[in-house]
């Protein structure tokens, strides 16, 4: 348990779906990122968030919409998406966004049909 | 580990033996370098870290190396245990981004 909670653990969508994804962190973090793991790329960054406020955006395409409604909790909303983006999604916090640690959730695995 | 289909190399290591683990990171500006340890159906979790003004840091079984002359770090992990087998990424910071390595697999043989 490293204190970051998501939900689902497990998502079957399909590509007219809109569904969200839950990350919730009980460390007292500023920072939250969302990463994608898939099965043949390595960790990818997809957004990071320092008090709230989106600070990246790693070119991610706009059927991904990550909102961020307190220090604690951050969601990413799936729309529309491909088979391609069938992954794990990831979650991590981290005391402030830069040179510290992050913690990471369980992820949830997403399969898109 | 998540990597499933991710051609890694892998370290094949005995029981009780210690383990070399490298890493070359790509940016000479970063600054803090970590080591994670992902176990199948699990989030990465951290091992040590270090920041760019070390050449080593040593935990519990784990000892990290930094070379910036060459950009290359590395993990040793002494007296490997069964519980050691898992993928092992290494992670650079620069400014708000921490960008991972492709991992390592390491198998642990009784």
Not at chain 1, 48 to 72: H, L
Not at chain 1, 91 to 104: G, R, V
Not at chain 2, 56 to 80: D, P
């Amino acid at each position: 348990e490293t204190g970051v909670t998501q939900t689902p653990r497990h998502l079957v969508m399909g590509m007219t779906n809109k569904k969200s994804l839950k990350c919730e962190q009980h460390l007292g973090h500023n920072a939250m990122y969302w990463y994608k793991q898939s099965a043949k790329k390595p960790l990818e960054l997809m957004f990071v968030y320092n008090f709230k406020e989106q600070t990246e955006n790693n070119s991610v395409p706009s059927r991904f919409s990550p909102e961020c409604p307190n220090s604690s909790h951050l969601f990413l909303h799936l729309h529309t998406l491909q088979p391609e983006d069938s992954a794990l999604y990831l979650c991590a916090s981290s005391q402030e966004a830069e040179n510290t640690e992050a913690f990471f959730g369980q992820g949830t695995r997403l399969t898109v049909v | 580990g998540e990597s499933v289909g991710l051609h890694l190399p892998t370290l094949s290591v005995q029981e009780g033996d210690n383990s070399i683990i490298n890493c070359a990171y790509s940016n000479s500006a970063s600054d803090y370098f970590i080591w994670y340890k992902q176990e199948s159906g699990k989030g990465p979790q951290f091992i040590i870290d270090i920041r760019s003004n070390m050449d080593k840091r040593q935990g519990q079984r784990v000892t990290v190396l930094l070379n910036k002359t060459v950009k290359h770090l590395s993990l040793q992990i002494a007296a490997t245990q069964p519980g050691d087998s898992a993928v092992y990424f290494c992670a650079e910071n620069l400014g708000n981004k921490l960008t991972f390595g492709g991992g390592t697999r390491v198998l642990v043989k009784p």
